[in-house]
């Protein structure tokens, strides 16, 4: 009878074209996922793959099995995935991506809450500021903070808007002055939070009014708690979500300027893989997440 343990790990070699990355994402040893591997072909009567020593690849029959014995492992797994919801449990593994300051700030209440819920499931947590394809990259889920998605290749689901203000350290302030309209930005340094550490556009808005302010020509970076930080050493003005210098501005760290100018509005947003079928435990997983943004830790 074949063992369904052993076609996953073949599944996954496949894939990675690399017994060695098949071992580290499985988090299994070498061995023990060529030994498996091994025991499928050997059950089978058929060698799946041909192994060199600087690459795996697959047999004509190993391409044929993988094409037939993916979707029913699918199925099989959504399947179990039913049973075990309804019975309240959610099991398997979640690869999450999220920015860097978020996930420090929030994922690791939100992943010790879930766990407590759901002891059955197994979290796999990446951070990065940058964009991803969550395809290949392997995520089931990926949370991020940008304008409404264009992306037509992925799913996604807002969960809520995202509140950004501009911040100076009072330092800063009494050495410069405080702007009194967007216009006076001229003279200030302005701190960019940008993916590629790059020059960017500030647009702001006010009673219809719409200004735009250039910023990083000075400083430059491209992770939020990283430009918090320059603004309360006095480097410059910055635009940052407030999640991220709330407890500066709590503390007197750093203070909010131009209250009255507002830049567009960004949302929290969950992004998924083109699932024909979203599997279970991201579904419970992604539930647990928006109530907690929503509810326990509104942003």
């Not at 037939?68 to 492992?73: D, E, S």
């Not at 300051?101 to 947590?125: C, H, K, N």
């Not at 100076?168 to 003279?187: K, V």
């Amino acid at each position: 009878m074949i063992d369904l343990g052993q076609v996953r790990i073949f599944l996954t070699v496949a894939e990675l074209r690399s017994f060695a990355a098949a071992a580290r994402q499985l988090a299994m040893t070498a061995p023990t996922v060529t030994r498996a591997v091994s025991a499928l072909e050997e059950d089978l009567g058929i060698q799946l793959l041909l192994r060199t020593t600087r690459h795996v690849s697959l047999t004509s029959a190993g391409a044929v099995f993988a094409a037939r014995i993916r979707p029913l492992l699918d199925d099989f797994r959504n399947v179990t995935e039913d049973l075990q919801a309804q019975h309240g449990d959610v099991a398997g593994l979640i690869r999450i991506n999220a920015p860097m300051s978020l996930g420090l700030q929030i994922l690791p209440d939100v992943a010790s809450a879930f766990r407590v819920e759901y002891p059955g499931a197994a979290l796999s947590l990446t951070l990065t500021d940058s964009f991803i394809d969550i395809v290949s990259d392997d995520f089931d889920l990926a949370i991020r903070i940008s304008e409404p998605p264009k992306d037509k290749s992925t799913i996604w689901r807002k969960l809520c808007p995202v509140r950004r203000i501009l911040v100076a350290s009072p330092g800063y302030l009494a050495s410069f002055g405080e702007p009194e309209t967007p216009d006076d930005m001229d003279s200030h340094t302005c701190l960019a939070y940008d993916a590629r550490s790059q020059e960017e556009t500030w647009e702001l808005r006010c009673q219809g009014k719409t200004r735009r302010v250039r910023a990083g020509r000075t400083l430059a970076g491209n992770n939020g708690d990283l430009i918090s930080r320059l603004a309360e050493n006095g480097e410059g003005i910055a635009l940052l979500p407030h999640f991220i210098v709330e407890e500066a501005i709590s503390n007197g760290r750093l203070v909010q300027v131009l209250e009255d100018w507002e830049p567009p509005e960004l949302w929290l947003t969950l992004y998924y893989p083109p699932y024909e079928r979203l599997p279970m435990r991201v579904a419970k997983f992604s539930d647990f997440f928006e109530n907690y943004v929503t509810r326990t830790r509104p942003l």
